[in-house]
Structures are given as structure tokens and as C-alpha cells.
């Protein structure tokens, strides 16, 4: 039985994450940051741990890691998957809706790995799955902070698979294309159409497309890959 932690579990691929793993009959803490009423119905119905928190910020993510640790006795595979995105001309973003994406995004990917790592390091065992977006390898228009972001968690997905991999621990990413989650929900019938088109698969992709990578990263069928990038998109602009 492995001890999961999850980011983002409440909803699209958090979740579809959470389920798998516990009908796997693995042990599962996951990470929300709102929405409590959600979070206590999928803990009742798969059994997993819910902890609310704010992965931007650095004292909430200690927080969380210590307990996540302390109700699981450990850690084997952590998957990043909390997101959030900003939709607009970049001309005319914020420097506070900036902020707020590439520290939800990126720096949360980074806290979270490296206090969680810090166990996995002891045991000389881990694997780090991150979820990163076909937008960070081509970028998306009104998108900018959010394919930045993508585009860090890439860099970051190597970087840490070198520094790691002494240690047993392989770090991997996971770009999914177009999914239906509610992050997408926010493109018209003819935008995912258009979508739907430079897919090469002519459909678009579900949570659970998503989580069967992410069990494969976490399975010991993985265990000599490190440092990889896997598109799960369906083909989108080949």
C-alpha cells in the first residue's frame, strides 16, 4: 500500500488522481484550497484524507506536509497537480493576477517538492509527478502567466530529476492537452471546436486520461524513467 499526497484533489485531474489511487488501495491525502463541502464528499466516498491549504504560501504548505506525513506515516509519491489560471491581454494583467498564477503554479510545484522531498530523500525512495500543460511547450494567447508557469514547471521537472535521482526519487511531467475540467469551461462551443480540431485524436481529452499517465510514473514500470516530458494531448498540433 503507498502513501499518495495530492494537490489539487477536489476537482478534474486532482480528482480523477484521487479516485485512481484509491481504487488502487493506496492511502491518500489531498490538498484543497476551498470548497470544504466538496472535499469532505470525496473523503466519505474514496476514503481519502482532505487538508485545506493555500500551496502559494509557504507556511501553509509546511503545514500541510506535516500532516499529510504524520496520518500517512510517510510518503512515496507526491503528484502536483493544484493550478489555477488568468485569462487576458497581458498588456493588461496585474501585477498582483501575475503574481498570484506563477506562485500557485510554479511555486507551489517547488514547495511542495522540496519539503516533501526531504522524506522521500531519508528513504531513498520517491516518485514526483507533476502536472505541467501543453501551453508551457507552445504558449497560449491570454494565457501568459499561466504558460510561463507551465514552462517553469518543465525546467523545474528536470532540474529536480538530476538533484533527485541520487536518491531513488524520479521526477517526471505530465502536459496535458485540452481536458474537460472546469479550467476549460470557460471556452465557447466554437472555441473547443476549433480545439477539438488540431487535436489528432478529433476529440477531447477526459481527468481520467490524465490520471492513467500519472499511475504509470507512479508504477514500478517507471521506475528507470526520470526527468521526461509526456504529453498527454491526444496529438494537439503535431
Known amino acids: 500500500m503507498r502513501r499518495v499526497i495530492i ?5 478534474g485531474i486532482g480528482l480523477a488522481c484521487v479516485k485512481a489511487f484509491c481504487d488502487n488501495g493506496d492511502r491518500v491525502a489531498f490538498i484543497y484550497k476551498n470548497s470544504n463541502y466538496k472535499a469532505e464528499e470525496i473523503a466519505k466516498r474514496y476514503g481519502a484524507l482532505p487538508i485545506r491549504a493555500d500551496i502559494s504560501v509557504e507556511d501553509d504548505v509546511k503545514r500541510a506536509v506535516e500532516i499529510a506525513l504524520e496520518a500517512l506515516g510517510g510518503v512515496d509519491i507526491l503528484v502536483n497537480n493544484a493550478g489555477i489560471s488568468e485569462i487576458g491581454l497581458f498588456t493588461d494583467m496585474s501585477g498582483a493576477d501575475w503574481h498570484n498564477v506563477i506562485n500557485t503554479n510554479l511555486s507551489g510545484v517547488f514547495f511542495m517538492s522540496r519539503d516533501i522531498s526531504r522524506e522521500m530523500i531519508k528513504q531513498k525512495y520517491g516518485r514526483i509527478i507533476n502536472i505541467g500543460s501543453v501551453w508551457g511547450r507552445c504558449g497560449a494567447s491570454c494565457e501568459v502567466a499561466y504558460s510561463a508557469s507551465k514552462a517553469g514547471v518543465r525546467g523545474l521537472t528536470m532540474s529536480m530529476a538530476k538533484e533527485l535521482g541520487p536518491s531513488g526519487i524520479t ?3 505530465i ?3 485540452v481536458i474537460e475540467t472546469d479550467m476549460n469551461s470557460h471556452f465557447d462551443g466554437d472555441t473547443m471546436r476549433e480545439l477539438c480540431d488540431e487535436t489528432s485524436l478529433c476529440r477531447i481529452g477526459k481527468p481520467e486520461d490524465v490520471a492513467g499517465a500519472v499511475l504509470f510514473f507512479a508504477s514500478d514500470r517507471a ?3 526520470t526527468g521526461q516530458i509526456l504529453g498527454v494531448d491526444g496529438g494537439f498540433e503535431i
Open 175 to 177: 502536459e496535458p492537452g
Open 7 to 11: 494537490s489539487g484533489g477536489t476537482r
Open 171 to 173: 521526477v517526471n511531467c
Open 223 to 225: 521506475s528507470f524513467i
